[in-house]
């Protein structure tokens, strides 16, 4: 007896193939048993209405596959050294995972993060997604990219793409691209490099994870700017590191405050142009604090340098590592603020004796960059319209902070601090008396986008506020979407006046 097997004669699957499946579902889910002699290709032939040659094909594979035997004499017989119910993953039966199967253990790293949805990991790209409206985060004008001018040189360089091209580029990105970047660093953010210097990644994120491979080991302590970037501190937290909240103030990361937390840290992550989310820019006193305590101490400072290109009202503040006279600074760069965030561009500028450490811990990650993308950014650079995209998008830039400030200054008076407003492309906005998360939710459907300042918070004492994205948003939308954010913040007081839950404490 052969159990039956559904044959659809109009499915695009081939006759064979659904033969070949049916009998293996069968074998797996132990309805044919170990040992069990197959009919022959004739009998289930014209059982099943098949030619036999569609038949002969099914067993083939299956014999191929070693779910079947065959013996001289005794036909087609299931595999007898096959475990009962052998399973195979069936994505209709639940999550595809058998009750008896033994405990489903991951690593303790894994287990330190928190899972993110498959429709939360695509908040770039779905169109139902929040990452839409007034505010955006981390958004930048991209109707204003010289999308023709981008597809232009992508054109001549596929022309140009031959067959060595297709070999695996430099490990730590090409020379061409790392010439280009050492040159635009010198002279725009007084980086101390050479193309030597260099090492070309996926973006911030990724040279934030080899720095942290590189240089820290679990237990060691890392001062994190408090509030601070979110995603770093997920990093820290895989790798098993002690991280060490550290006051922002003004004038930036509070030295002080971080060596009478934790002296001995092995590392600080710092955003000294444009801090992350407050804005401020680090002075230079608390830039030599910093550095002086990591000559001293013998720590590691990784510059996060995000988007300070943007800077409205003065010339760009330098970097920090430019001021290092002891090698000790990592500096992370990024192409995601100043071009577009897809093209997953980023860079380090490692200190010269760390180079060959970097280069043994990237490559165990990841052997080398895409090098298509690295080509026409190389060819961007050097043609000038880089400098020409930055020039046009800091005044866009400017005029949107303009509006944007003019407007809360308007709707908010001084209840609202605003911070950052000086640099980059968001700009913090603090509130007192509201709850911003349940702000955020419901702002989502009046179709603003508003970051919640407290996110970026490790500790209890969390301000509450947004971080105002206004790259995406034009200098036109931004009254009314103010207007709206207005409206929002005294419809919740209200409400919590009388459900006070919902206001922090
Ligand atoms: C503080 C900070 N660093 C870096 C980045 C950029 O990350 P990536 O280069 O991985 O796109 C962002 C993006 O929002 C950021 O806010």
């Given amino acids: 007896m052969v159990p039956v097997i559904a044959i659809d004669r109009a499915a695009p699957r081939p006759l064979h193939r659904q033969l070949y499946e049916g009998l293996r579902v069968s074998i797996t889910d132990g309805t044919l048993r170990a040992g069990q002699r197959l009919p022959s290709s004739r009998g289930l032939a014209s059982e099943l209405g098949l030619s036999r040659i569609t038949v002969l094909n099914a067993y ?4 191929a596959e070693g779910y079947l035997q065959s013996r001289i004499g005794s036909g087609t017989v299931v595999c007898r050294s096959l475990p009962d119910q052998a399973g195979v993953w069936n994505p209709q039966a639940g999550n595809g995972v058998r009750s008896r199967s033994a405990r489903r253990r991951l690593s303790q790293r894994a287990r330190l993060l928190d899972p993110v949805s498959l429709t939360h990991a695509a908040f ?3 169109p139902e997604s929040a990452r839409s409206g007034a505010f955006v985060l981390g958004q930048v004008a991209l109707s204003d990219f010289p999308f023709q001018l981008w597809k232009g040189l992508l054109t001549r360089r596929a022309r140009a ?10 490990n730590v990105g090409s020379r061409a691209l790392r010439e280009e970047i050492a040159s635009y660093l010198r002279t725009a953010r007084a980086t101390r490099c050479q193309a030597d210097q260099i090492m070309i990644v996926s973006g911030s994120q990724q040279a934030l994870e080899i720095a942290t491979r590189v240089l820290l080991d679990p237990g060691d302590g890392v001062w994190m700017e408090e509030p601070g970037y979110r995603f770093a501190r ?20 509070d030295v002080h405050h971080g060596i009478k937390r934790y002296r001995a840290a092995r590392a600080a992550l710092v955003t000294p142009s444009h801090q992350y989310p407050t804005g401020v820019t680090m002075s230079a006193s608390r830039r030599f604090q910093l550095l002086e305590w990591a000559e001293r101490s013998g720590a590691w400072i990784i510059e996060d340098d995000y988007d300070s290109e943007y800077r409205f009202d003065s010339m760009p503040v330098g970097c920090l590592q430019g001021l290092d006279q002891a090698a000790r600074v990592i500096y992370v760069g990024t192409f995601s603020k100043v071009l577009f965030p897809s093209l997953r561009l980023g860079y380090l500028v490692i200190p010269p004796d760390l180079m060959e450490r970097f280069i043994a811990v990237r490559l165990a990650m990841d052997i080398a960059p895409p090098a298509f993308q690295q080509a026409v950014l190389a060819d961007f650079i050097r043609e000038g319209h880089f400098s020409r995209h930055l020039r046009r998008m800091r005044l866009l830039y400017a005029q949107r902070r303009s509006a944007l400030v003019e407007s809360i200054r308007n709707e908010f008076g001084d209840e609202a601090e605003i911070t950052g407003e000086q640099a980059g492309m968001h700009l913090s906005l603090t509130l007192r008396g509201i ?8 702002a989502g459907q009046q179709n603003l986008w508003l970051a919640p300042l407290s996110y970026s918070y490790i500790e209890k004492n969390r301000r509450q506020g947004f971080i105002l994205g206004f790259g995406s948003t034009s200098a036109e939308e931004i009254p009314a979407a103010v207007r709206k954010l207005r409206a929002l ?10 459900k006070p839950q919902l206001v922090a404490s």
Avoid at 60 to 63: D, F, G
Avoid at 234 to 253: A, Q, S, T, Y
């Fill in 161 to 170: 793409t031959c067959t060595e091209s297709l070999d695996y580029g430099d």
């Fill in 60 to 63: 083939a594979q299956l014999l």
């Fill in 489 to 498: 913040v005294d419809s919740a007081r209200r409400v919590s006046s009388v």
């Fill in 234 to 253: 997920n990093i820290f937290r895989v790798h098993g590191c002690r991280i060490v909240p550290v006051r922002v103030d003004r004038e930036g990361l």
């Fill in 124 to 126: 770039g790209r779905n």
């Fill in 435 to 442: 709850s911003d998360r349940h702000l955020a939710e419901l």
